[in-house]
């Protein structure tokens, strides 16, 4: 028995926000679209607009962010919903309460949509799975699987400074294969026409079958970055060191490290993005992160319009408020 | 002297070469004769009419979890041997990973007062190799065979230290005992859960390499060049390792191998998106393994075709992909899957594939068992070949509900099915 696409509902439109896989070029450029409106929000004296007024929106993060769940939580205030925060760390879910037990009493407190951080892959699908059919889960990371509304906003970022995607080349350098990040960019460049989609790493970082996902592979920087428009760095984990997918951070920036001399590979107008918390001097140097193509900061600020736009999206079908 | 016959069947006995209409004639719990007529002076006290239907030796299974002891949450020896009998299966074969490990005498006698309680299938138990299964101290094999272990395995618990894989294969070896082998290298597996491939990529899911079971294998293989074990292979997923398998045979090694009959179904793509009931160990790989596997089975590298059953309760399920436990409720649907391979589009025929379900595990278990030959215990599945079914999970008898072959429609069913002559199991609404 293959389920339907469980994101939508019957009619087709956005219940659940969990990858950009198997979403149309239609819904991703209504997200664009439907964002845009908010970008003001933000710079008015009364920073709210009352879209989800009355609505209570539980951020469950078990992992540590500080930055998403931030973005989250503001998105969520900004359109007047009501918003709790829940840190579930590692030690108390080994006191014995299952998940699906967590959630369960969460949802006996009449919520209306989780925000779900898991380490484990496939976790924001499990819960979407069991939660009260009024309820939307939006993913905020699962593992290495997804992170669906970084992706969003990193494509909200590329069109303010791009435009037309189906002219674009685009390069994503690091850790691919354990980037959630990485997979919801590489799909969301795919489905809104990007022909050029390129990953930039050794091999070590590479996942297999790469290819599959429409992107070409490169294990040279400066070959992958030649003439691209966007270059899009990628976090590097520190434990990546000790499992022998590394020698040491030390050759990893000498080998894809983003320098100003790399980046003159790409094209002279091309923009640099990184989903943050950037390691300066691991991955990037400051002089690039900070330097004039750099649109990292921006793409903080999108962070909150996108994600207002895929909350109202997700919660205000059934009103007919958005 | 209590007699039947079951009549008007067709009777497909490989160990035979049996494939016709034919009647079987039991007395006292074996068979007597089988052919077109009773034996001078039989009576039978009892006929059972198998007319459509094909009469086949019980199936024998290499692979089942029966969740007792230890797990009695999962499922228990009385409950699976149930299922086993609602499947056709009427020997089935535990590997040693219960709580605690099969790696005493006390633990088999336990195991075999419960299975003989419950009745309905034929229980023989692979012992301990590692004392623990931790893979350092050898088990007391030659005690364990005296209790009445068919073999000896260490299950899905990897032997780190290789000098300790040789010495316990010498060890088995002197005691006669075939080693039970399910190759994984622990290293390249690490904490994968899928297969290291497409559907690994795109889930962001850890993924065990083909290598993770390839070089599991070689490993075996060029320690049996000095060593004179007899080593079985279970659950291959890899068609890699078929083919350095049939290289092995062909050099004239004593190796043989089993698939579980979800492999020759199901590949990574039926995981879907997290679709918690194809966590599988070994995991579910590729279309072409999946085909290097039945090609394995047609040339004979594989001669077993086993259920792998493993019964869980509904919360070992209820959690993210990676950490639900792996492994499908399988007695149930042994016999339909596997006679999906038979067929005029298929490279087997009816009676090959049930010599992969009969004859040919009992071979590798040593057991007189899978066969119709008289003075053979008279275990027997009568099944109709043509009879179609849904799965529905809630309706298996097994404790475990957990197949990912939910909404499938199958062909073959089980109607009856005779432990040493006894009718254990019989389908009240038959199809």
Same mark, same amino acid.
């Given at each position: 028995?293959?389920?339907?696409?469980?994101?939508?509902?019957?009619?087709?439109?956005?219940?659940?926000?969990?990858?950009?896989?198997?979403?149309?070029?239609?819904?991703?450029?209504?997200?664009?679209?439907?964002?845009?409106?908010?970008?003001?929000?933000?710079?008015?004296?009364?920073?709210?607009?009352?879209?989800?007024?009355?609505?209570?929106?539980?951020?469950?993060?078990?992992?540590?962010?500080?930055?998403?769940?931030?973005?989250?939580?503001?998105?969520?205030?900004?359109?007047?919903?009501?918003?709790?925060?829940?840190?579930?760390?590692?030690?108390?879910?080994?006191?014995?309460?299952?998940?699906?037990?967590?959630?369960?009493?969460?949802?006996?407190?009449?919520?209306?949509?989780?925000?779900?951080?898991?380490?484990?892959?496939?976790?924001?699908?499990?819960?979407?799975?069991?939660?009260?059919?009024?309820?939307?889960?939006?993913?905020?990371?699962?593992?290495?699987?997804?992170?669906?509304?970084?992706?969003?906003?990193?494509?909200?970022?590329?069109?303010?400074?791009?435009?037309?995607?189906?002219?674009?080349?685009?390069?994503?350098?690091?850790?691919?294969?354990?980037?959630?990040?990485?997979?919801?960019?590489?799909?969301?460049?795919?489905?809104?026409?990007?022909?050029?989609?390129?990953?930039?790493?050794?091999?070590?970082?590479?996942?297999?079958?790469?290819?599959?996902?429409?992107?070409?592979?490169?294990?040279?920087?400066?070959?992958?970055?030649?003439?691209?428009?966007?270059?899009?760095?990628?976090?590097?984990?520190?434990?990546?060191?000790?499992?022998?997918?590394?020698?040491?951070?030390?050759?990893?920036?000498?080998?894809?490290?983003?320098?100003?001399?790399?980046?003159?590979?790409?094209?002279?107008?091309?923009?640099?993005?990184?989903?943050?918390?950037?390691?300066?001097?691991?991955?990037?140097?400051?002089?690039?992160?900070?330097?004039?193509?750099?649109?990292?900061?921006?793409?903080?600020?999108?962070?909150?319009?996108?994600?207002?736009?895929?909350?109202?999206?997700?919660?205000?079908?059934?009103?007919?408020?958005? | 002297?209590?007699?039947?016959?079951?009549?008007?069947?067709?009777?497909?006995?490989?160990?035979?070469?049996?494939?016709?209409?034919?009647?079987?004639?039991?007395?006292?719990?074996?068979?007597?004769?089988?052919?077109?007529?009773?034996?001078?002076?039989?009576?039978?006290?009892?006929?059972?009419?198998?007319?459509?239907?094909?009469?086949?030796?019980?199936?024998?299974?290499?692979?089942?979890?029966?969740?007792?002891?230890?797990?009695?949450?999962?499922?228990?020896?009385?409950?699976?041997?149930?299922?086993?009998?609602?499947?056709?299966?009427?020997?089935?074969?535990?590997?040693?990973?219960?709580?605690?490990?099969?790696?005493?005498?006390?633990?088999?006698?336990?195991?075999?007062?419960?299975?003989?309680?419950?009745?309905?299938?034929?229980?023989?138990?692979?012992?301990?190799?590692?004392?623990?299964?931790?893979?350092?101290?050898?088990?007391?094999?030659?005690?364990?065979?005296?209790?009445?272990?068919?073999?000896?395995?260490?299950?899905?618990?990897?032997?780190?230290?290789?000098?300790?894989?040789?010495?316990?294969?010498?060890?088995?070896?002197?005691?006669?005992?075939?080693?039970?082998?399910?190759?994984? *290298?622990?290293? +390249? #597996?690490?904490?994968?859960?899928?297969?290291? %491939?497409?559907? @690994?990529?795109?889930?962001? &899911? !850890?993924?065990?390499?083909?290598?993770?079971?390839?070089?599991?294998?070689?490993?075996?293989?060029?320690?049996?060049?000095?060593?004179?074990?007899?080593?079985?292979?279970?659950?291959?997923?890899?068609?890699?390792?078929?083919?350095?398998?049939?290289?092995?045979?062909?050099?004239?090694?004593?190796?043989?191998?089993?698939?579980?009959?979800?492999?020759?179904?199901?590949?990574?793509?039926?995981?879907?998106?997290?679709?918690?009931?194809?966590?599988?160990?070994?995991?579910?790989?590729?279309?072409?393994?999946?085909?290097?596997?039945?090609?394995?089975?047609?040339?004979?590298?594989?001669?077993?075709?086993?259920?792998?059953?493993?019964?869980?309760?509904? *919360?070992?399920? +209820? #959690?993210?992909?990676?950490?639900?436990?792996? %492994?499908?409720? @399988?007695?149930?649907?042994? &016999? !339909?899957?596997?006679?999906?391979?038979?067929?005029?589009?298929?490279?087997?025929?009816?009676?090959?594939?049930?010599?992969?379900?009969?004859?040919?595990?009992?071979?590798?278990?040593?057991?007189?068992?899978?066969?119709?030959?008289?003075?053979?215990?008279?275990?027997?599945?009568?099944?109709?070949?043509?009879?179609?079914?849904?799965?529905?999970?809630?309706?298996?008898?097994?404790?475990?509900?957990?197949?990912?072959?939910?909404?499938?429609?199958?062909?073959?069913?089980?109607?009856?099915?005779?432990?040493?002559?006894?009718?254990?199991?019989?389908?009240?609404?038959?199809?």
């Amino acid at each position: 028995m293959r389920e339907r696409d469980i994101q939508l509902d019957d009619q087709g439109r956005l219940r659940h926000f969990l990858t950009i896989e198997g979403l149309s070029r239609e819904i991703l450029t209504e997200i664009l679209d439907y964002a845009e409106n908010f970008t003001t929000v933000g710079h008015q004296p009364v920073k709210k607009v009352p879209l989800l007024r009355g609505r209570t929106i539980i951020n469950l993060f078990f992992e540590v962010s500080t930055r998403t769940r931030t973005t989250f939580e503001l998105a969520a205030k900004r359109l007047s919903a009501d918003v709790l925060n829940i840190n579930v760390s590692a030690s108390s879910t080994a006191k014995g309460e299952s998940l699906l037990d967590m959630l369960r009493n969460l949802e006996a407190m009449h919520c209306d949509m989780f925000v779900v951080r898991h380490a484990s892959p496939g976790a924001a699908h499990f819960i979407a799975r069991h939660v009260a059919p009024h309820v939307s889960v939006i993913n905020g990371g699962d593992g290495s699987h997804a992170h669906p509304t970084q992706a969003m906003l990193d494509m909200f970022t590329i069109r303010r400074h791009k435009g037309d995607f189906t002219r674009l080349s685009v390069a994503i350098v690091g850790d691919i294969m354990h980037s959630r990040v990485a997979r919801s960019q590489i799909h969301a460049l795919n489905i809104l026409g990007v022909p050029d989609v390129r990953v930039v790493g050794p091999e070590t970082l590479i996942p297999v079958e790469a290819p599959q996902l429409g992107v070409h592979v490169y294990h040279d920087l400066a070959a992958g970055l030649d003439g691209v428009d966007v270059v899009i760095m990628l976090r590097l984990q520190r434990e990546r060191m000790s499992r022998a997918l590394l020698p040491s951070a030390h050759e990893y920036f000498q080998c894809y490290g983003l320098t100003p001399e790399k980046l003159a590979c790409a094209r002279p107008d091309a923009i640099v993005m990184h989903p943050g918390p950037i390691n300066r001097g691991v991955e990037m140097d400051s002089a690039v992160a900070d330097g004039p193509q750099s649109v990292i900061l921006e793409q903080v600020t999108h962070g909150i319009a996108v994600r207002m736009a895929i909350m109202a999206m997700t919660l205000g079908r059934a009103g007919g408020e958005a | 002297m209590t007699t039947l016959a079951i009549t008007g069947g067709r009777v497909v006995d490989p160990a035979n070469g049996l494939d016709g209409p034919a009647d079987v004639f039991i007395a006292d719990g074996r068979i007597v004769a089988v052919g077109p007529a009773a034996p001078d002076g039989f009576r039978p006290e009892r006929t059972l009419d198998a007319g459509g239907r094909v009469v086949a030796p019980g199936l024998v299974d290499l692979a089942a979890r029966l969740r007792e002891p230890g797990e009695e949450h999962k499922a228990t020896i009385a409950s699976e041997c149930a299922a086993a009998a609602a499947g056709g299966i009427t020997t089935l074969c535990m590997p040693p990973d219960t709580h605690p490990v099969v790696d005493t005498a006390a633990v088999v006698e336990l195991i075999h007062q419960r299975a003989e309680a419950a009745g309905a299938a034929r229980v023989v138990i692979l012992g301990a190799l590692t004392v623990g299964l931790e893979g350092t101290q050898l088990a007391e094999m030659a005690e364990l065979k005296r209790a009445g272990c068919v073999g000896v395995s260490n299950a899905r618990r990897p032997v780190h230290d290789t000098l300790v894989l040789r010495r316990a294969l010498e060890y088995a070896a002197s005691h006669d005992l075939t080693v039970f082998i399910q190759p994984e *290298d622990p290293h +390249l #597996a690490q904490e994968g859960c899928v297969h290291e %491939g497409v559907v @690994a990529t795109r889930l962001g &899911l !850890p993924g065990i390499p083909a290598s993770a079971e390839t070089v599991a294998v070689a490993q075996i293989l060029m320690l049996l060049e000095q060593v004179p074990a007899r080593v079985h292979f279970c659950r291959l997923s890899a068609a890699r390792s078929v083919n350095l398998l049939a290289r092995a045979q062909y050099d004239g090694m004593p190796v043989t191998a089993d698939v579980a009959a979800h492999q020759l179904h199901l590949t990574e793509m039926d995981i879907g998106f997290f679709d918690n009931n194809c966590h599988l160990r070994p995991p579910l790989r590729t279309r072409r393994d999946l085909e290097g596997l039945r090609a394995g089975l047609v040339r004979g590298t594989v001669t077993a075709i086993c259920s792998d059953h493993q019964p869980h309760d509904s *919360d070992a399920k +209820l #959690a993210p992909f990676c950490e639900t436990e792996p %492994g499908i409720s @399988a007695l149930e649907t042994l &016999l !339909p899957l596997a006679l999906r391979l038979a067929g005029d589009d298929e490279p087997l025929d009816l009676s090959a594939v049930i010599a992969r379900l009969t004859c040919e595990p009992a071979r590798v278990l040593g057991l007189a068992a899978g066969t119709l030959s008289p003075g053979a215990a008279a275990d027997v599945c009568i099944f109709d070949p043509h009879a179609h079914w849904t799965v529905e999970p809630d309706r298996l008898v097994s404790r475990g509900r957990n197949t990912p072959f939910a909404g499938w429609e199958l062909e073959g069913r089980v109607t009856h099915t005779l432990v040493g002559g006894r009718v254990v199991f019989q389908r009240e609404d038959p199809p």
